[in-house]
């Protein structure tokens, strides 16, 4: 199954390459002004801890505004991975719309972020003084416990998006939802990241030409609309054990998706009408 994610994700960011790029480039130039918000924020004049508010104040704000604007483009996603058309007003159109679940998106994020970027740090010089003092075991064990919470923290989360998009649930379901199937598919949920990571490192690379939010938000909506035909398999079988829930005939659940993307070449995907 995930070999043809892989495949189908492909070719669909291939297919709306103009689409993920006009969403991306605007989006990696809003990431770079706010991280030089969050850099001029952090040195406010004050002390270091008028410094560290606004640093923290910073980072928020740029996560629930990147949050908005990505999760906008969700419908999009949806289309592309049902092989239709995108429409870059419907990007537009959707902003208002993203606005609430892309606050608390955002706000949650940055609780996490703001947890490596602070927490590690003083946990890791409780275990290792800076001064060459003994430290404390209980810094270790502290920051084991944080590092863990974000790593899961930030597999889950990267469901909302699509569950949003594909269900429209609202914050409350898609944040359940999310921890829900990372837990089912925590070796599922770990590849996509790996995938989107990346496509995060690809982005920085381009600037956000070759890939960016856009492409994360296809990748992570060609995922779960993918891995959801475990589920409807699931549903119209109630009755199977244990052992045999866990061997899902994924050949037999994808026959009508790789008919939809049929046989693909490196000469049709450059000239898609020569046949």
Request: net charge positive; hydrophobic share 50%.
């Amino acid at each position: 199954m995930f070999g043809f994610f892989l495949k189908k994700n492909f070719y669909d960011i291939w297919d709306n390459f103009l689409h993920t790029m006009l969403i991306n480039l605007p989006m990696m130039a809003l990431s770079f002004l706010g991280y030089f918000f969050c850099s001029k924020m952090s040195g406010l004049q004050g002390g270091a801890a008028l410094g560290n508010v606004g640093f923290m104040f910073s980072v928020t704000v740029c996560c629930m505004v990147w949050a908005i604007l990505y999760l906008a483009d969700g419908e999009n996603a949806v289309r592309v991975s049902n092989y239709e058309a995108t429409k870059y007003k419907l990007f537009l159109s959707q902003i208002v719309h993203c606005i609430k679940h892309g606050v608390l998106l955002g706000l949650c994020n940055a609780v996490l972020i703001l947890a490596v970027l602070v927490s590690i740090p003083y946990y890791l010089k409780i275990w290792l003084p800076m001064d060459g003092t003994q430290g404390s075991q209980s810094g270790l064990l502290m920051m084991s416990c944080v590092f863990w919470v974000v790593v899961v923290s930030f597999l889950a989360l990267q469901w909302v998006f699509p569950i949003r998009s594909l269900m429209h649930n609202n914050f409350k379901k898609c944040l359940k939802k999310s921890f829900l199937i990372f837990f089912d598919n925590p070796l599922f949920s770990l590849g996509v990241a790996l995938v989107n990571l990346f496509n995060l490192a690809l982005s920085i690379f381009t600037m956000g030409i070759v890939s960016g939010p856009a492409t994360i938000g296809i990748t992570l909506t060609n995922a779960l609309r993918l891995r959801m035909y475990k589920y409807d398999w699931l549903e119209v079988n109630p009755g199977l054990t244990k052992a045999q829930r866990k061997h899902v005939p994924w050949e037999d659940l994808l026959v009508r998706e790789k008919q939809l993307l049929g046989p693909r070449s490196f000469r049709t995907m450059l000239f898609p009408w020569k046949k």
